[in-house]
């Protein structure tokens, strides 16, 4: 009877080992040897087998699992993209000019503030109620109440000078204004390259913002302007969240951390930048949980995320995606956030189809945070460098 029992032992470890190497094999996530405990792992394109031996496919050597216990884990070493055969890495195009390119995105939007403008300005002499008309188009786009007064006051003495101008001339006019409120003289350059170590991007908003795939947008035009960058995928409490950003990673060939569904998402940030230490790629990118800025513990957390991650060096960037479509509602997300967290720049998303582009001035002019990017459709390669005279220019439209 013993013998019996020892031969279903035998038999049933043997299916348990058969299963596991069946499902190692199928799967596209290498285990980072340290964080096997915590459940952290590391996701890249795998290069295509050109031998039985995988040590000889990465030129690694073999490791003795039970020497890991006892020694520090060994830098992480990415291997080249290379895409499995018949997978072709997706080539971005470089970040400049991308707003003067995806400019007719913003055509459907222009009616509610750029060419409201236009057609109140043309008018032959311009009396009381038309002056409130102007009013209410920037405050229906958005624009805010300082700005509005502002805009107003200017157009008011420029119109008395320009009493006979043309289409083009008024045009120029409501462009000028607008650039100017836009705040054309602040600081958007985005911090994603250091000396000597990784830009850290960390990258925090509300729920259904757009937020994941902004990460993945921004990623894509790291790599496009020939950028290296790893991904962070700390919102541990939607898996769809980390598959979406792997998903985005494996299109251009970049690595993805990400950790087990619940899991702690501060780990999986400070992963993420070791991770990026180690291989010495220019940008670490790391996607936050989609966080209820009425919730406090969520933001408490999300400072927690910062602070871990600091123990690694500065984190360069904050970004904080906000949904255009979401009006001045979007200035108290966005100030609630700046308790949590120094925010150092903005995106928008949304802004094409039925989006109110003023809320770029009210963002700015209220909380001194400058918009950086600004997303302009659904395309992978729709979230462009904030331009302000180029978004204004795309906001009225020609004549």
Partial sequence: MEFVLIALAILVVAL???????????????????????????????PPATTADPAAQSGATAVDPASLAEAPAPPVELPPAEPEP??????????AGRLVRLRSRLARSQSSLGRGLLTV???????????????????????????????????????????TASGTQLRDLVVRELTAV??????????????GRPAVVLVVGVNGAGKTTTVGKIARALVGDGRSVVLGAADTFRAAA???????????????????????PASVAYEAVRTGIDAGVDT???????????????????????????KLGPVDEVLLVLDATTGQNGVVQ????TEAVTVTGVVLTKLDGTAKGGIVVAVQR????????????????????????????ALVGNV
């Fill in 121 to 163: 300005l043309s008018r032959e002499k311009l009396t009381e109620d038309d002056w409130e008309e102007v009013e209410e188009t920037l405050l229906a786009a958005d624009v805010g109440v300082a700005a509005t007064t502002q805009i107003v006051q200017r157009l008011r003495t420029q119109t008395l000078v320009l009493a």
């Fill in 334 to 337: 966005a100030r609630v956030f």
């Fill in 242 to 264: 980390a598959d979406q950003l792997e998903t985005w990673g494996e299109r251009v060939g970049v690595p993805t951390v990400r950790g087990r569904e619940g899991g702690d």
């Fill in 86 to 95: 018949g997978l072709v890495f997706d080539t971005p195009p470089p970040s």
């Fill in 16 to 46: 348990v080992l058969g299963v596991s190497l069946l499902v190692g094999r199928g799967r596209r996530t290498t285990r980072l040897d340290a964080d096997a405990a915590a459940g952290t792992t590391l996701t890249r394109p795998r």
């Fill in 366 to 393: 209220e909380l001194g945070i400058p918009v950086k990017l600004v997303g302009l459709g659904e395309g992978p390669d729709d979230l462009a460098p904030f331009e302000p005279e180029a978004f204004a220019e």
């Fill in 284 to 310: 670490v990118l790391v996607d936050t949980a989609g966080r209820l800025h009425t919730k406090s513990g969520l933001m408490d957390e999300l400072g927690k995320v910062k602070r871990v991650v600091e």
């Fill in 182 to 195: 836009l705040g054309p003289d602040l600081d958007r350059t985005l911090a994603t390259e250091q000396p």
